[in-house]
């Protein structure tokens, strides 16, 4: 939970660059844990990002939302703390705690002051050793989750997101939503949440990025202090992703004015040799927001729509190039042909000269904007090691970029980007299967 002061060191800390090159140290500071340093000392504040092999994909069948109920109490009370005592503890020294349930890894981003960080690091360390787990607070977080997915319910983006993942994924347990559903979080009780705790909150695995106003000697008689006391042991491997879905076209009816469209297909892993060719294409063809062919053809040529786009999402286990679009009930279906339309012309040809040479000018332009704080850097690095990245990942990241020819784009577009296999959801109902429209068309 942020409190006020956390919010406004938060933005204190988002308004001062570091200064100098970012050098990344590896620090052998825990065992078990993977732990990258930065020495910075512009500012005198601290940030790290810190990822447990805790997220919903470890989620069991028929408590789904149970990495990201215990997520949720990590700052609820831990030791003899209860919950109100732990938030002021917090709050009385402007120390920022968020946790994030993601599908592989439950992420907790820490910024605090120089001052502050031996109490803060002591903190978080006692969370993940001796969480309480209290029945108020329980209720309490629970009514919370319910309340959020209630409304994720309601809205037809979020709607089609979850319908998506499951239609792709199928069995795998990528396909539920970190958040859960109703009756999974209903079902989820404490020692639910103390077992996950105690198997998953553990230094296999884990993944500590820590930049800021400190030394590496400092840095890691904090992160031992901390997180020494975890057990050693690690969770097993999430399965591989071995099938997806068949393409096809679903539709989830729903009685709203604009739809919302998910459409995506299979990437290719993190690592494999066409990782940067096809993060490459797909900023052409629908990540460059104003300057792709998506939104070209969709929004600016036929005012379709205000907003189309799609990303490439590299799961430890999967990768997914996916997209959305909103757009009119009468609208929607020509917005996807159109969008199918795009992928093939870019399956057959690749790209042109002026496209890639654009793309390479944005995304290697744009990456030093990653590292503006202490802050954004702790969050690059805990991605990249999620990822499965090397801390020189950082120095060598633009020249793959630049790397990446006309002939790459070509090979990878006919590899990954055939919209016969694409698989689409659409929430909400189009206006030629929408009842009303159909008594209209009654003589």
């Known amino acids: 939970m942020k409190t006020r002061a956390a919010s406004v060191l938060l933005s204190l800390m988002l308004a001062f660059a570091p200064a100098g090159a970012t050098t990344v140290k590896t620090l052998n500071a825990l065992k078990g844990a993977t732990v990258w340093f930065v020495e910075d000392h512009t500012v005198p504040m601290l940030a790290m990002e810190l990822s447990l092999p805790a997220g919903s994909a470890y989620d069991p069948p028929g408590k789904f939302g149970l990495a990201s109920f215990a997520g949720a109490m990590l700052d609820e009370g831990a030791g003899n703390l209860d919950s109100k005592v732990f938030h002021n503890a917090l709050a009385n020294r402007a120390i920022n705690l968020s946790v994030t349930a993601e599908r592989d890894d439950l992420t907790i981003a820490l910024i605090c002051q120089t001052a502050d960080a031996k109490e803060a690091f002591r903190l978080l360390g006692l969370a993940l050793r001796h969480a309480r787990f209290d029945a108020e607070a329980i209720g309490r977080v629970r009514a919370q989750m319910l309340q959020n997915i209630q409304e994720q319910d309601e809205d037809p983006e979020n709607i089609a997101e979850k319908a998506f993942a499951a239609a792709y994924f199928a069995e795998h347990p990528y396909a539920h939503s970190p958040d859960g559903d109703t009756a999974g979080v209903n079902a989820i009780n404490v020692d639910d949440l103390r077992n996950f705790a105690r198997s998953h909150w553990v230094r296999g695995g884990l993944k500590i990025a820590l930049s800021g106003d400190t030394n590496a000697q400092t840095a890691s008689a904090l992160i031992a202090s901390a997180f020494s006391g975890l057990p050693g042991s690690s969770p097993p491997t999430v399965p591989p992703v071995t099938h997806t879905g068949k393409p096809a076209v679903t539709v989830v009816d729903l009685d709203v004015p604009q739809p919302n469209a998910v459409f995506g297909l299979k990437g290719v892993p993190r690592s494999d040799p066409d990782y940067v060719p096809s993060y490459v294409a797909n900023y052409i063809l629908g990540g460059a ?60 040809s690749g790209a042109t000269d002026q496209e890639l040479a654009d793309a390479k000018t944005y995304l290697t332009g744009s990456f030093p904007l990653s590292f503006a704080s202490n802050a954004s850097i702790a969050s690059q690095l805990g991605s990249f090691q999620q990822q499965g990245l090397g801390p020189d990942y950082i120095a060598k990241r633009n020249s793959l970029i630049n790397a990446v020819t006309l002939d790459d784009i070509r090979r990878v577009a006919k590899r990954l980007f055939d919209p016969a296999n694409l698989i689409v959801v659409i929430a909400g109902t189009p206006a030629e299967a929408h009842p009303r429209a159909a008594a209209k068309k009654r003589p």
């Open 289 to 348: 927001d104003f300057s792709s062919r998506l939104t070209d053809e969709v929004r600016v040529r036929r005012g379709l729509t205000y907003d189309v786009s799609t990303d490439v999402d590299a799961f430890r286990r999967a990768s997914v190039i996916e997209g959305k679009v909103a757009t009119r009930r009468d609208s929607i279906r020509q917005s996807v042909a159109i969008i199918r339309d795009v992928f093939k012309k870019f399956s057959a």
